[in-house]
């Protein structure tokens, strides 16, 4: 019994997948789902409330980590700024890579998440991590500081514009399938232009 549960459970999971990135959230059909897993659509409600428990069961895994992640490296930033303020220095895989590397061994979802989340909570997945950099950018530049480095300032709708754009970028990736090899190739260009921009706007 437990294990005809699983089964088809997880049969549900990966018709409930090929459905979304067909056509979408918003425009996947429960009937075909539960169709393509062999089911009834009220068999398949006795594993999944609704549509969007379904789509949250296939990617809030890998956003979750996605934003563990996302902190671990914002408190690697905060720290190297100490260290280099020590004199110690570091040669470290940039956080773009990381983030893409991450993002790559959860490419199914992230697909989902960023090409066919329209009418979830995970629609704006893409603007809160924008929110979130530049939020975290405001911290880092005010740490800097602290440290006794001048840095230009940057108007505040340049600052947003310039964030934005870089997680643009980083998600660009997958909404244009690059290969892993290819996205990660990809991570070290932007960590190269974006970083020399930085420097060369904050004067640093």
């Avoid at 902190?71 to 990381?98: H, P």
């Avoid at 992230?110 to 603007?127: M, N, P, Q, R, W």
């Avoid at 300032?153 to 660009?172: F, R």
Wanted: some cysteine; proline content about 1%; overall charge negative.
């Amino acid at each position: 019994m437990i294990r005809n549960k699983t089964f088809h459970h997880e049969s549900i999971l990966k018709a409930a997948a090929e459905e979304f990135r067909r056509y979408g959230f918003a425009d996947a059909s429960i009937r075909r789902i539960a169709k393509a897993s062999g089911m009834s659509a009220s068999g398949m409600y006795k594993h999944f409330e609704s549509k969007e428990d379904l789509f949250a069961a296939l990617v809030e895994p890998a956003v979750s980590g996605f934003w563990k992640l996302y902190d671990s490296l914002t408190e690697e930033e905060y720290a190297a700024i100490e260290a280099a303020n020590r004199g110690e220095t570091e040669q470290n895989v940039s956080s773009t890579e990381r983030m893409l590397k991450y993002i790559y061994s959860n490419y199914e979802a992230f697909k989902l998440v960023i090409c066919c989340s329209e009418g979830t909570k995970y629609a704006d997945f893409v603007h809160e991590a924008a929110q979130m950099e530049e939020n975290n950018s405001r911290a880092y530049f005010a740490r800097v500081k602290a440290n006794g480095i001048e840095l230009q300032e940057l108007p505040e709708k340049e600052l947003h514009l310039l964030v934005t754009a870089k997680v643009d970028a980083v998600v660009s990736a997958i909404e244009h399938d690059f290969s892993e090899e290819e996205a990660m190739h990809y991570a070290k260009t932007l960590e190269l232009f974006f970083t020399s921009g930085w420097h060369a706007v904050l004067g640093i």
